[in-house]
């Protein structure tokens, strides 16, 4: 019984207290839905696997990048604090909209502006990064995930076709509350 | 067979309910574990919803457990403790229970219920409860014990019908049987024999058993038969060892006796031997006594004896010389004498003469006597008998004009002896032989010496005129002559005895009547 209180309930608890005191926080700065979104996308790594070649070592990072403007503060750092996955501590990165993205494992989208939208997607082809945004038309350019709001509830959308040609795995028990989208081919 | 019976159903009874018991419990176990594989399969589906806060799909998620009947309720609780999801839906919130309990699953309050952490990766994403009733249980349990029960019935039935069927054809044979062997045992009677019935194994085993006691009983005759011998040998035995004991008593006392007197007669051998002992000491005590007196008498007489030789020795020592006055004397008287004296005053000088002379030799012989006595100057050496002889007879001739043969033998002709004894001896044998020779016939003398039995013997044979038989006992004593018509001192005898038996030797006188002498020296 000691062993379970270690491994499960004081992490469980470290996990909660945490998460109170970023909410409390993050209720005085954001708006609730970015709340939400961030931890959505940290939640997307338990459910996604990267092929072995996103991961030079065992504890290379994984990182979250951002790229548009940063709706997150500091809430994204904060629920990513002291994570990991699979022994893959979290890290956050942020891009400028005209860098070159690279060695990142998850990408936030946050651009509303369509060929600036593209552009970024199709850079990201061939690297095995998973793209998320919240802007419309996001998977038809090319996305993977994106958010929606249901019923006031944040809900999202999956291209599975999208994020497999991208060799990312996506768990069915997180297929299973998204949308799936399927785009037709041109 | 109540008994029997009563046993059966006990041993039943308590199987029945040990398999019971145990069934039961293995049911109990495999119903929890289902409940748990139930609740963690539901835990591992509902992390997605719980992450991605998905009311819709938890409770899809959680409608499934509708499958099995007996679950109660199911709750999904997030990571702060709060109710997300419930099964059925719209539980009442107030009853929900309290899941800081510890995680597992158990039986608590007549329910089976489970606490759950849903975990996706490492990260624990909430809380699944699970109840269920123990419906389950009970049925089962109603179930069982009807099973045991039915069972239980129908094997005491099978039970008691068997019972009486075999007891029928095997118990009743079986015990008829022991009781005849129990009977038979006890009367020590093997005549008696048990009832076939059948001709099964059982039937068998009788005839067997009767066979086996025809055996016994033959067995048992020829036992006592065999016995009774046996008993009549060992009286006729122990009559027997009875008669030997009683003669070796008697031995025994026979020799018990005889040991008595052996021992009586030891006895007085003993008290004999002792007597002989004692007595022996006496003697011996005795003839010291003697002997000592004996020797005290002897060294007298020896002392005498010296006394005796030294008076001889003195005597005629100191008679020598007076008479030696005497005879010179008479000599220059009858010189002084010779022309003046008368013719028969002469004579009487001659006679005078004569005497001295005779009295000369006497003291002379005493004087040899006493030198043979005391021994002196005469030790033994090796002397020729032909010496001695020759110088004995220089000695005789120049005295006397005779014709003497003289024939000697000497087959032995040296001898270790004193000289001067031997001159002696020989000179006065053949002096004797000479002086008393008979008048008819010329002297012959043989002289002998010859070995006998050791000793050298000396043989003087003359044909003199012999000695009388009368004479005999005084033949070598002192001073004894048997003729007078001839001059002698009569000691000439005395003194070879005394020569020859100082050297261990002795002296013995063969007649040959008046025929002659034979003398016969042992050297």
Known sequence: ?????????????????????????????????????????????????????SFPSDTTALVIGLVGEDPFGSFLEEVIQGEEIKGHPLSIRRFEQDDEIRDCHILFINLLD??????????????????????????????????????????????????????????????RLAQIVTLQNP | MTVNLLTSGAVLLVTGLAFFAYELYNFRQSTLTKL??????????????????????ANEILAALHAEQNIVSAILYDTLGQPFATYPIGLDEAELPDISQKIGYRFSRGYMEGIQPVIQGSKSLGTLYLRSNLNALWERFQLYSMVVLVVMGFSILIAYLLSLFLSKSISRPIVSLSETATAISNRQDYSVRAIKEGNDELGFLTDAFNHMLGQIQANEQALSRFNKDLEKKV??????????????????REVFEKNKQLSQALDELQRTKDKLVSLNNELEQRVEDRTKEVNAKNQELEKVNVDLDNFIYTASHDLKSPISNLEGLIGIVKEELEDLAEPTHVQFLNMMEISIMKLKNTIVDL????????????????????????????????NKQTAVSIKENLEVEEIYYPAHGL??????????????????????????????????????EDNGLGIEQKHL??????????????????????????????????????????????FKVYL
Request: aromatic share 10%; hydrophobic share 40%.
């Open chain 1, 1 to 53: 019984m000691p062993f379970l209180k270690i491994t499960l309930l004081y992490p469980l608890l470290a996990i909660l207290l945490n998460y109170n005191m970023a909410l409390w926080y993050v209720q005085e700065h954001l708006p609730r839905h970015y709340q939400v979104k961030a931890a959505f996308l940290y939640n997307f790594t338990q459910f996604v696997e990267w092929p072995d070649n």
């Open chain 1, 114 to 175: 369509d060929a600036k939208l593209t552009k970024v997607l199709d850079s990201l082809k061939g690297q095995s990064v998973l793209t998320v945004g919240d802007a419309p038309g996001f998977l038809e350019k090319g996305g993977m995930i994106r958010f929606i709001a249901v019923d006031n509830k944040i809900q999202f959308q999956i291209n599975p076709d999208a994020s497999n040609s991208a060799e990312l795995k996506i768990s069915s028990k997180l297929l």
């Open chain 2, 36 to 57: 748990s594989s139930l609740g963690e399969i539901t835990a591992a589906n509902s992390t997605a919803a719980l992450a991605f806060d998905d009311l819709t799909a």
């Open chain 2, 235 to 252: 009286a006729e035995r122990t009559s027997a060892l009875e008669i030997s004991l009683k003669e070796q008593k008697e031995a025994e």
């Open chain 2, 367 to 398: 004087a040899e006597i006493t030198k043979v006595q005391k021994n002196l100057e005469d030790n033994a050496e090796m002397v020729s008998f032909k010496q001695i002889i020759h110088d004995v007879k220089e000695d005789l001739m120049f």
């Open chain 2, 423 to 460: 001159r002696s001896v020989l000179y006065n044998l053949l002096s004797n032989a000479i002086k008393y020779r008979s008048g008819e016939r010329p002297v012959a003398i043989n002289i002998d010496t010859y070995q006998e039995n050791g000793s050298v013997v000396l043989v003087v």
């Open chain 2, 473 to 518: 006992p005084k033949l070598f004593s002192m001073f004894k002559r048997f003729h007078n018509h001839v001059d002698g001192t009569g000691i000439g005898l005395y003194i070879i005895k005394r020569i020859v038996e100082n050297q261990g030797g002795e002296i013995k006188y063969i007649s040959k009547g008046d025929k002659g002498s034979i």
